[in-house]
């Protein structure tokens, strides 16, 4: 059986890469552990930074369990309203990314497909396919979101506005990354489509549909893998810097993001905490999933812009 | 040449067209004009009045060929909210936005450009390693919180350099440069390197992994077997070849420091354009950002415009293909 | 005359994460001023390797753990890079395979000439320049004065070839090594290129080491040869010695293999044992799955196809066929330049036959074979298919009989199968999509059975083709045509990607599956000698336009065209010796 296992993974050279490779391992602990905390916050997290009734205003400011003026309640310390800090960065970071991953769902979907489509098909959907990726690619991801996100403020009811904006955020972040996607998709499929395991499908007269999910998709997933991990980072900046702005998740729902922006206000007056936790966690969870994105790109090798 | 450039001057006006579709559409139907620009208590007639004089209810393609109209003649409309004209505003800003994003741009690439062929070429190197491992952290850590350490550090606990505005400026015509001043270049060197960073990693990792990749092709190697020597071999040879990827990317990031400078001002209180376009966000400011869209659009076309001339100059077949046809 | 170059028990070390791979193992070899050494071998035997042990350019992480490169009398072992490098390009150079990647795109030729001849003499730009003008008159450039400051692109292969060539000689080296100087190119100019290498040769007393997988190359200009595989010498000797009278099986083998054009052969000889049918592979069978079942099912569906049509007209005939391409991006300003890739070519495959098609690069032959199956819309003229209207690629109907009858085996067989798909998976999906079976156990039977029948392992089903190598996968996709029992099938070059010996076992399995079911071939190579062995009736295309059909027997003795007659003229072969 152990036998096995090391063929497998002498055979399978990611497998043996990834057992060989400290740094990738690391990176994927960290990237789980962030994943599990976000997953499991209501029941890691001490309060509920989200119900107000469980916040006492008397309680804020207070500096983390172990400096003098501490709490032992609070391990991380509280905000300037009373929130536990180590609870309102596990659900900071589970909104991130949740904000994160939808988006990136959402922009691979429609890019890959959309790549998939103008990369087999060719022709007129191809140009102007592209030529409205290229417009987009030159502005760049932060403005494409803001653009959605002053839109959706200007049409959408002010009142339903708090309530839509993770909806709102999801889409503004999908909506500036879809273009990764489809320029990957369509270069690797201009690539596998030329090989002649295509051509064989389409003197069969197989459809072209089934020819780009069955045959060519899983010849590209690849690249796509290496695209999805960098611009979930990327994602995940993205929100934690519209959040900063302000023009993010509703501050009633502090993300990572509008935990810095909280805390840069109490910076210089020595309640140094409320900044410094969520950046170090928002530092990390990217660095890891940078590196995790790092060592795909590697191994995956895909020469594709 | 010629006609390769009147082609990509064709394919900008393009460009442009859609973008200022963009904006009349953002101008237009998101929110109503009228009554952004009327208090509560006019009454029903004045605001239809209004709406026949600003010639709401002409045919929409009347209203968009009077968009674009008055755009080319630079009458830009009046923000719903200073009520002070758009043009006005975005050209007292602008001065500001250009000379921060000028002056991060020479920082990426001056540091970004060296230090990539640096790693590309020291492969496994103490100097390269802990290089790349910077560049990572140079990628995932967010403007807005290397912006806030730098002000912690340089402005709070060290007390050497302002943390906020432009500082003393002088104005040249209607340009007010903070370039002529030692006060300004102290108030401009913080939100320059922050804005810098993120994009001298990206230069650096790009101009890597470009170089590293014509290092594995034949001419590279055959040049090698020629026994040319490696100073030519490295920068004639390899890093002419790296310039023509290098440069598209370059002028992506140039679009990258425009928009970041929205962050950037932010967090440094600089009153730029893009500080300018968060507050139309906030406060539903239509007028505001559909030109400040229309004037990134026309910034980004120049830019393309500069690097398709910047190819012409570097790449042979570009100059030839074109020559053909 | 003493030794140019003296390699003595040299040994080169790749290490791997699954321990050392020794790629040269003590390797001997001696060169002469004024004689071209051939290195011969298939891929994998470590000639490549060899050459850049030599200019000292192995790739990382290999290294040369014993023996001694003795260059005019200097180990070049013991050598520090500085002064390896200075050695290069001044006394010791290379020609690369391949024209199109070898030159700097961004650098014009003079310049890349002038560099390399100041980086070794001390001599001003203008003298540099007019040495390089000289050099490319002696190389056969024309209009060299205007030319020079051409860039790459703008020359021919042939041309662009006799650049790097130039380049290489430009600071008057002792010794080139040459790595497959001319596989790249077509084979009326790889002779002028060969010439080109002897005549430097002799008037220059230069040392030449010539790299190729080709016998015919080797038998044309070599004068010694050494035979490698898997990094060891097999022979050494004169290339009259060697070739004349091997001593070595697989010199022998080597040779067997390459197809003659002097005489025709049943069967190729097939001396190199294989080794891919290994105990494990081999004692893993389905109960009841066999050749002979396959055999009988692939025939059971030909005796009714043949009942029913017994007119002995063509399978498949194509008549005045023109294709065009578009060339370049389209635009609306001006209409397009058109690019006639065959223009009004007609013929017939009659049934039971193998209708070879040759060609140089560039001659249409794939194109041709596109047309048929239905990639490629002809831009005028009609195709049939056994007396039928044969519809052209869009109005060819999904469920087209032809789509099943008429099957193709492609050149690259390492782009031909889907990686991430099972040997069965691949095998059955044609059984499925044409519905020639639905019981999921016979499908499973009939896949062992065919994969047997092509002389696979049954076992092979269960793997995926990154698995196998490029001969054994040729055999899969052989496997996947048959499967579809087709009446006419296209083979476009399918042994040009493999190896020689590789190259016979295709062939042979091809010859024999067609001789038993009967199969109409159209047969495209650029290989006039495996044209010769395996075709009936002969078609020559030359850019675009049909230049001879004729009955083999008679094209090899006496082709009627001009241009035939130098293809025959101008491909290496064996036929000089024995």
Redesign the interface.
């Given at each position: 059986m152990f036998a096995n296992w090391r063929r497998i993974a002498?055979e399978n050279e990611f497998l043996?890469l990834f057992l060989?490779n400290r740094v990738a391992q690391f990176a994927a602990l960290i990237s789980l552990l962030c994943l599990s905390g976000a997953a499991l916050a209501p029941w890691i997290a001490p309060t509920n930074p989200y119900d107000i009734a469980s916040i006492d205003i008397m309680d804020s400011l207070v500096a983390p369990a172990w400096s003098d003026e501490g709490d032992e309640r609070f391990l991380l310390g509280t905000d300037d309203q009373g929130r536990d800090l180590f609870s309102a960065i596990l659900y900071g970071t589970r909104l991130s990314l949740l904000v994160g991953l939808l988006s990136i769902g959402f922009a691979s979907v429609l890019g890959v497909s959309v790549g998939l489509m103008a990369g087999y098909l060719g022709g007129a959907f191809d140009a102007i396919v592209m030529r409205i990726a290229d417009?987009q690619?030159?502005?760049?991801?932060?403005?494409t979101a803001?653009?959605i996100?002053?839109?959706a403020?200007?049409?959408l009811p002010t009142d339903q506005h708090d309530n839509l904006m993770i909806v709102v955020l999801t889409v503004a972040i999908g909506l500036s990354l879809w273009v990764n996607f489809a320029r990957t998709a369509r270069a690797s499929t201009l690539v596998e489509r030329n090989?002649?395991?295509v051509?064989?499908c389409?003197?069969?007269?197989?459809?072209p549909l089934r020819i780009m999910l069955t045959?060519i998709l899983?010849?590209i997933m690849g690249p796509i893998l290496v695209i999805l991990t960098v611009d979930l980072?990327v994602a995940v900046?993205l929100e934690?810097?519209l959040s900063?702005?302000?023009?993010g998740v509703p501050a009633n729902q502090p993300s990572l993001?509008t935990l810095?922006r909280i805390g840069?206000e109490y910076?210089?007056s020595g309640e140094w905490w409320i900044?410094i936790f969520p950046?170090a966690m928002?530092?990390t969870m990217?660095?890891a999933i940078?590196?995790l994105g790092?060592f795909l790109r590697d191994v995956l090798n895909p020469?594709l812009? | 040449m010629l006609s390769f450039i009147f082609r990509r001057l064709l394919q900008s006006v393009f460009?442009l067209l859609?973008?200022s579709l963009i904006a009349f559409s953002?101008f237009r139907f998101?929110?109503d004009p009228v009554a952004q620009m009327v208090g509560q208590e006019t009454s029903i007639e004045d605001q239809e009045k209004l709406r026949e004089r600003l010639g709401l209810n002409d045919p929409i393609t009347t209203q968009y060929a009077r968009f674009v109209g008055n755009l080319s003649k630079g009458e830009f409309g009046f923000s719903y909210r200073t009520r002070q004209p758009v043009s006005e505003m975005i050209i007292s800003r602008m001065a500001a936005t250009l000379e921060l994003g000028t002056v991060s741009l020479l920082i990426s690439l001056l540091v970004g450009i060296p230090a990539g062929i640096y790693t590309a070429l020291k492969r496994g190197g103490v100097l390269a390693n802990v290089l790349l491992v910077t560049t990572?952290?140079g990628?995932?850590?967010?403007?807005?919180?290397i912006g806030?350490f730098l002000i912690?550090l340089f402005g709070?606990e060290l007390g050497w350099l302002p943390t906020f505005g432009r500082g003393e400026t002088v104005p040249i015509g209607w340009w007010q440069t903070s370039f002529l001043t030692l006060d300004g270049w102290r108030s401009l060197l913080l939100p320059a390197i922050t804005l810098g960073v993120f994009q001298l990693t990206l230069t650096m990792r790009l101009v890597r992994a470009e170089m590293q990749?014509v290092l594995k092709t034949d001419y590279i190697k055959f040049a090698m077997a020629r026994g040319i020597n490696y100073r030519s071999l490295y920068l004639n040879h390899a890093f002419r070849n790296t310039l023509v990827?290098v440069i598209t990317i370059i002028g992506?990031q140039l679009?990258?420091i425009?928009?970041?400078s929205?962050?950037t001002e932010?967090v440094f209180q600089w009153p730029g354009m893009g500080l300018l376009?968060?507050d139309?966000?906030?406060y539903?400011d239509?007028p505001v950002?559909s030109v400040y869209?229309v004037v990134?659009?026309l910034m980004?076309v120049a830019i393309?415009l500069l690097v398709d001339i910047l190819y012409f100059a570097i790449d042979p077949r570009v100059r030839l293909h074109s020559a053909h046809e | 005359m003493s030794e140019l170059l003296n390699i003595n028990d040299m040994s080169v070390k790749f290490p791997t994460?699954?321990g050392e791979y020794t790629a040269l193992d003590s390797i001997d070899l001696a060169v002469k001023a004024g004689e071209i050494h051939g290195l011969v071998g298939e891929s994998g035997a470590g000639k490549s390797t060899l050459g850049a042990a030599v200019i000292g350019l192995l790739p990382s992480p290999g290294y040369i753990s014993s023996g001694k490169i003795d260059f005019s009398g200097k180990d070049l072992t013991r050598l520090d890079q500085q002064s390896y490098h200075r050695l290069r390009g001044s006394r010791i150079s290379m020609i690369f395979q391949d024209p199109q990647t070898s030159l700097n795109p961004l650098l014009t030729v003079a310049t890349q000439l002038v560099e390399t001849i100041r980086q070794h003499s001390d001599i001003n730009p203008l003298d540099a320049r007019s040495r390089a003008i000289a050099l490319l008159e002696e190389i056969g450039l024309y209009d060299v004065e205007q030319r020079i400051d051409d860039y790459p692109h703008q020359f021919s292969g042939g041309m662009r070839q006799r650049v790097v060539i130039a380049l290489a000689l430009c600071t008057d080296p002792e010794l080139i090594i040459a790595d497959e100087p001319t596989t790249a190119l077509d084979v009326s100019v790889q002779k002028q290129i060969l010439e080109l290498i002897r005549t430097l040769c002799t008037e220059r007393q230069l040392g030449i080491i010539l790299i190729t997988h080709d016998i015919g190359v080797i038998n044309e200009i070599t004068d010694h040869v050494t035979v490698l595989r898997s990094g060891r010498v097999i022979e050494t000797g004169t290339t009259g010695d060697v070739l004349g009278n091997p001593s070595d099986e697989y010199t022998k083998a080597l040779m067997a293999a390459v197809p003659r054009l002097d005489k025709r052969l049943d069967r190729f000889k097939n001396i190199v044992a294989e080794d891919l049918l290994d105990s494990e592979d081999n004692s893993w069978r389905l109960p009841s799955a066999s050749a002979e079942f396959a055999s009988q099912w692939l025939l059971a569906e030909h005796q009714r196809e043949d009942s029913r049509s017994s007119d002995a007209g063509p399978v498949v005939s194509v008549e005045h066929l023109d294709v065009t391409f578009a060339r370049g991006q389209p635009s609306w300003i001006k209409t397009r330049a058109n690019f006639k890739a065959l223009s009004d070519i007609t013929l017939a495959v009659r049934p039971g036959e193998i209708l070879g098609v040759v060609g140089e690069s560039g001659s249409g032959k794939s194109t041709l074979a596109k047309a048929i199956?239905?990639?490629v819309s002809p831009s005028a003229g009609t195709m049939t298919f056994r007396g039928e209207h044969l519809p052209p690629r869009l109005k060819?109907?999904?469920?087209?009989v032809a789509?099943?009858q008429?099957?193709?085996v492609?050149?690259?067989p390492y782009?031909?199968?889907?990686?991430?798909?099972s040997v069965e998976q691949i095998i059955s999906e044609?059984i499925r999509?044409?519905g020639l079976a639905n019981d999921e156990k016979l499908i499973r039977k009939l896949v062992a059975s065919v994969l047997e029948l092509v002389e696979m392992p049954q076992r092979a089903m269960l793997k995926y083709p990154h698995q196998f190598s490029g001969g054994q996968r040729q055999r899969i996709a052989v496997a996947?045509a048959l499967v579809?029992r087709p009446e006419f099938l296209i083979c476009d070059e399918p042994t040009s990607a493999l190896d020689v010996s590789i190259q016979a076992q295709i062939l042979n399995l091809l010859k024999d599956l067609q001789q038993i079911y009967g199969l109409s071939i159209l047969f495209i190579s650029h290989n006039l000698a495996v044209i010769w062995q395996m075709a009936d009736r002969v078609v020559v295309l030359k850019q675009g336009e049909l230049v001879e059909t004729a009955e083999t027997e008679q094209f090899f003795r006496a082709p009627s065209q001009p241009y035939s007659q130098m293809l025959l003229s101008e491909t290496p072969s064996l036929e000089l010796i024995q």
């Open positions: 002498r043996y060989h417009v690619l030159s502005l760049p991801a932060i403005l803001l653009l996100d002053g839109i403020r200007g049409v090989k002649e395991y051509q064989a389409e003197i069969m007269g197989m459809h045959h899983p010849n980072a900046l934690a810097t900063f702005l302000g023009v993001g810095i840069t910076m210089f900044v950046s928002l530092i990217i660095v940078n590196i790092d020469r812009r | 460009v859609a973008v953002l998101v929110g990572l952290i990628i995932s850590v967010p403007t807005f919180v806030i912690y709070v990749d990827p992506l679009g990258g425009i928009a970041f929205i962050v932010s376009f968060l139309s966000i906030r539903v239509i950002m869209l990134i659009a980004f393309n | 994460r699954f199956v239905g990639l060819r109907h999904r469920n087209h789509r099943r008429i099957q193709m492609f050149q690259d782009s031909s199968l889907n990686n991430r798909k044609p999509f044409y996947r579809a």
